[in-house]
């Protein structure tokens, strides 16, 4: 029998018990970024991994789902996981059309495993530059698997800090298919949202082609979680920088929980009170149905109506 790996210190489990959100979610809400992780029992954790997380299994995450009034999810493959996409590929599979996945492969993948990769309902693959993540920046990797994937109509899914995008603007915007970034490139929320740092970030969108997660105010946030009353709004230092986004570019972004929130160390965010921020950034019924259905429906079931 092998023993299961402890979790790293510190690791905060996910929110047990999530409010029922105030704010209802439009019909045919897709959940465009949130992950599995294992039960390590079945589904083990790659030894590269930076972090062992706590299990967070597709159940748990079907039951999230339903909870919050989500119709679709999309899997996105944790870096705990490494490029063994067994965990995703079983939970999009058991969500019966329902699910989409981003995997993560390796520049030696065959077309073969990428057409099964698609066929078994993956749409996209992630790279990480994110120091604290991986061992070093996938430059090589990534131009490789580009190449591979372009073909299948795939996008490339990004995930950098803010401070690293002016060195990466120009390798990310010569690759050949979209874009989508992670988390709004992680902005620093204490600096100006007119100030050149986010600008440079929103004149990279709107030069490329690019769709934006507005995902992640819980893991951006300087200000701290909203009081427990849930009265006050919620992570208001990230609203103006999600806001801005969403006004420029209303047909390019989508929106994630990021359930079960990986490597939170200070709080854990209420996944209800994760709901009930959407109507912050996107104000308007129309500006809310592109955000969580039309965008979403179109770069993961295209051609499949909500
Ligand atoms: O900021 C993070 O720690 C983080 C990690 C991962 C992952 O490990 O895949 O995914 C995310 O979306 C965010």
Redesign the pocket.
Known sequence: MSTLAPKTPGWLDWYPNPSKPRFTLPAGTVDA?C?VFGPQAEFPFAPE???T?CDASKDQLFALRDHLGVTRTVI??????GADNSAMLDAVQAAGGRARGVATVRPDVSDAELRRLDEAGVRGV?F?F?R??VDAAPHDALRTIAKKIAPLGWHIVL?FEAADLPELADFFGALPAPLVI??MG?PDVTKPVDGPEFGGFLRFVANNDVWVKV??PE?LTVSGPPALDGEQHAYTDVVPFARRVVEEFPDRVLW?S?WP????KSHMPDDGLLVDYVPQIAVTAEEQRKLLVDNPMRLYWPGETA
Do not use: E, F, I, M
């Open positions: 970024h992950h991994r930076k972090y997380p996105v493959q944790a870096t705990c996981h992630r990480n994110v604290r993540l995930y992670d988390h992680r995902s992640c893991r994630g990021d929130h990986p490597n939170l």
